[in-house]
């Protein structure tokens, strides 16, 4: 019982992580916009916001507090991301590059910047960036008082998560009111299956496809400083977020493109991820584990294909990109 | 009662180009009346519609409604000044219910699908339309999607609603439905335009007849006051004189045998019905018809491209030995020794790779010449040099890519390649489409060259006074039947519009 308990609360740490960075890519894929680079946006995102909580608190000093540092990590993880997707939009949107190519080069791009600021921090610090344990408690706080918690397994499964979980929970929430009742995402839906429809409707699908990128993307990158701040505890480290945004890609499949299904997916997706530590059966291999994941999601793209719900598509002009005089 | 005029166009011309795709033309459009545009394909009647409904702006002209001069700059303005456009390619989500579809675009509404389903129920019902608010559209059929396309320009409030070929895609019965719910827009005042080439429909629907013919409007008729003879002659006009050099060749056989030949389409529908005709050599077979009568399926299935389900398909070979082709896909065609060759009408989609040059188009139909491992590159690269100089073509050199030459050279690329093949029957749809004059003559003349060789051309053609003057037979198909074989010599320019459109009226 206490192995499946820390099982699932390990699994939702690990699943916040994927969570933002698969509800980053739906926003961004439901406007027609396939961004593979999500993997870099991520490792910017944990790179920027461990510098901005790293500085934050190198100024601040002892006065640091916790909820101030966790709004400056997201803020700036957050504008790592949608700058990263800026230059992703502006190459496929505006300049109409191939999607697939700029994907990847944003990936290889965001890795090695976020190499870079881990790097530089590292070394100009003198070898070692970790903010104080302050600081460090306040990122893997929950935000839930100690009597819900200390509830046997419930309190373990529900409340004893950190503010990021919850908060991502929230997006999702939000997400799903946003494409499924308001007007604005009625549109953005539109210009992600049919941009010649929507660009007759009067729809300015230009400032919809960058909206959601950008925001897109800095939702993906809140991902990667969740990562760096609780899984890795507030540490750089260049390992742990590699495949990462590779995995939130074919989340954000298994998901159906659905917000409210990336909040189980991404848990179920992170058991998977770290079922390799908890639950080892002899002569199995961790890397069997750990391709699970990506198994699981060829069994959904096969069963949805087979089912042949238009529903359950991805948005039809996905990948296209869309010139007006070309018919 | 007096009808209002509700929009009026005045002097209305537009060019692309060097071309002249509307001149100077007059039109009138009134209240509570069906306008049919009446025309051939490419007589600019889309065009025409297009600046209509804030597609194009024209070059010169004006456009006045209730008398004042407008200016519709986008398909919005359109909306704003009652203008709305039913345009042949539907504009519409597919994942989207109809009401969704409907609200689409339209800023000052409020999301609220209950109230939008029951504006649209009660629009349905005013005018007669069947149709589900809450489907979506994908599970809609054709004429349903429709539904929705109309639906959604009255929904904006349209008083003058154009049409693009709304039958084309319909069944008989799906069209008489239409044509009620036109009626009953008619009795509540809108004006209404369709664009149509159908001469039964023209009769039976609409209260006035505007013809345009290559870009010119012609006139305009109060249709119970004409018949369809005299449509004929206003749409394709008197005979042009071309001066195509038309040799006679000796002694004509049989080469291609098409007999009882009959195409489905994916959905079902026949696109070929029992088209029997024969291809001899030396002789050029013109093919007429309005656009979509099935002369792409035609060349398609000869090709071993289209499916069949029925009828038979025979090549003969020299002492009468025939193959049967059908059911045999390109590769094995080839195998089999037929000498086919084919001008297809999507020269850089089917025809060529466009990011490719000269020699690389070349390549495509003799690399499985080559042996060994690494492709042969000398022969293709000389062919493409015989090309680039006896066709002239434009280009900077043979591995320049053919994506970027004008219209009039890729054709040159292509044609010049299929009949580089030495082809014993010689395929080609709309091969003088989008190109000038000059290029023009020189591909009729390379038809003409090939036919004296004792090749079996087939031309797919639009331009009438062309196939009359090119050809030595035509061919003329109606939807997907064949409406007569005529020689081309003694026929009529009338005749054969008759026949093109005729048709349709005898089958319903």
């Known amino acids: ?327 | 009662m007096e009808n209002k005029c509700a929009i009026e166009m005045k002097g209305i011309t537009k060019r692309f180009g060097k071309v002249v795709a509307n001149d100077s033309i007059d039109l009138s459009i009134y209240s509570g009346e069906i306008l049919a545009l009446l025309g051939e394909n490419g007589s600019g009647k889309t065009t025409l519609m297009n600046m209509l409904s804030g597609i194009y702006q024209p070059d010169e002209g004006k456009i006045f409604k209730d008398g004042q001069e407008i200016y519709i700059r986008s398909p919005r303005e359109a909306y704003q000044y009652g203008i709305g456009m039913i345009h042949q390619h539907y504009k519409l989500v597919e994942v989207f219910t109809a009401a969704q579809n409907v609200i689409l675009g339209l800023d000052d509404e409020k999301l609220d699908l209950a109230k939008t389903e029951g504006k649209v129920k009660e629009i349905a019902s005013r005018y007669g339309f069947d149709i589900d608010p809450s489907m979506k559209v994908y599970d809609m059929s054709v004429s349903q999607k429709q539904t929705v396309e109309i639906i959604k320009v009255l929904y904006r409030g349209a008083s003058i609603l154009v049409l693009d070929e709304p039958t084309a895609v319909l069944t008989p019965q799906e069209t008489q439905k239409l044509f009620r719910i036109l009626k009953n827009m008619r009795e509540d005042g809108k004006a209404i335009i369709i664009i149509t080439h159908k001469l039964n429909e023209v009769m039976e629907v609409s209260d006035k007849v505007a013809v345009l013919r290559k870009g010119r409007y012609v006139g305009t008729v109060e249709t119970r006051n004409t018949n369809p003879q005299a449509l004929t002659d206003m749409m394709v006009g008197h005979a042009v004189m071309l001066n195509i050099d038309r040799p006679k060749y000796e002694k004509p056989e049989e080469k291609l045998i098409v007999e009882h030949l009959t195409v489905l389409d994916q959905e079902g529908v026949k696109r070929l019905d029992d088209v029997s005709f024969t291809a001899k050599t030396g002789e050029i077979l013109g093919i007429a018809g309005i656009s979509g009568s099935g002369q792409k399926e035609l060349l398609e299935a000869i090709t071993g491209l289209y499916p069949i389900k029925n009828g038979s398909i025979r090549f003969v070979r020299e002492k009468g030995k025939e193959v049967e082709l059908m059911g045999l896909p390109p590769k094995r065609i080839r195998q089999e020794g037929v000498g086919m060759a084919f001008v297809p009408e999507d020269r850089l989609g089917m025809g060529l790779v466009g990011s490719m040059g000269m020699t690389g188009n070349m390549l495509l139909r003799s690399w499985r010449k080559g042996k060994g491992l690494l492709v042969e590159k000398k022969e293709p690269e000389e062919l493409a040099k015989k090309i680039w100089e006896e066709l002239e073509v434009v280009t900077p050199g043979t591995n320049y890519p053919v994506r970027r030459l004008s219209g009039g050279n890729v054709q040159k690329v292509l044609v010049g390649r299929e009949i580089a093949s030495q082809p014993e029957v010689l395929l080609t749809a709309y091969a003088v489409r989008g190109l000038d004059i000059n290029t023009s003559y020189t591909i009729y003349n390379l038809l003409t060259e090939e036919k004296m060789k004792g090749v079996a051309v087939v031309y797919v053609g639009e331009d009438l006074d062309v196939l009359l003057e090119l050809s030595d037979r035509i061919l003329v198909l109606c939807g997907g039947q064949v409406a007569g074989i005529v020689d081309a010599r003694s026929a009529t320019k009338e005749e054969i519009g008759l026949m093109m459109t005729q048709f349709v009226t005898k089958e319903e």
């Open chain 1, 1 to 327: 019982m206490t192995t499946l308990v820390a099982l699932i609360v390990a699994a939702v740490t690990f699943g916040t992580v994927l969570m933002y960075g698969t509800l980053g890519e739906i926003l961004t894929e439901k406007s027609g916009n396939l961004n593979l680079g999500v993997e870099g946006i991520m490792y910017m995102g944990g790179a920027f916001g461990l510098a901005g909580a790293f500085y934050y608190e190198k100024t601040a000093g002892a006065m640091a507090s916790g909820p101030f540092a966790i709004t400056i990590a997201i803020l700036t993880a957050f504008l790592a991301g949608a700058a990263a997707s800026l230059i992703y939009s502006f190459l496929t949107i505006t300049l109409r590059t191939n999607q697939n190519v700029t994907g990847l080069a944003l990936s290889i791009f965001g890795t090695g910047v976020g190499q870079f600021v881990g790097e530089f921090m590292r070394v100009s610090e003198g070898g070692y960036v970790a903010l104080g344990n302050n600081l460090k408690n306040a990122f893997s706080a929950t935000i839930f008082p100690d009597f819900l918690v200390s509830i046997p397994v419930v309190g373990s499964i529900l409340f004893s998560h950190t503010v990021f979980f919850y908060l991502a929970i929230v997006v999702a929430i939000l997400m799903y009111i946003f494409l499924t009742k308001t007007k604005k995402g009625l549109y953005l839906t539109a210009v992600g299956e049919s941009q010649s429809t929507a660009d007759a409707a009067g729809i300015n699908i230009t400032k919809y496809k960058y909206l959601a990128t950008v925001i897109g993307g800095g939702i993906s990158a809140i991902g990667g400083m969740v990562y760096i701040m609780t899984t890795a505890g507030c540490v750089w480290n260049h390992e742990g977020l590699s495949g990462v945004g590779w995995l939130a890609v074919a989340l954000v499949i298994f998901c159906m493109w659905r917000p409210l299904n990336a909040i189980w997916g991404s848990v179920l997706f992170g058991a998977m991820m770290i079922m390799y530590l908890r639950v080892s059966l002899p002569f199995v291999p961790t890397e069997i584990y750990k391709i699970l994941p990506y198994v699981v999601t060829v069994i959904v793209l096969i069963l949805t294909s087979m089912r042949n719900s238009r529903d359950k598509q991805p948005p039809a002009s996905l990948g296209i990109n869309y010139f007006r005089e070309e018919r």
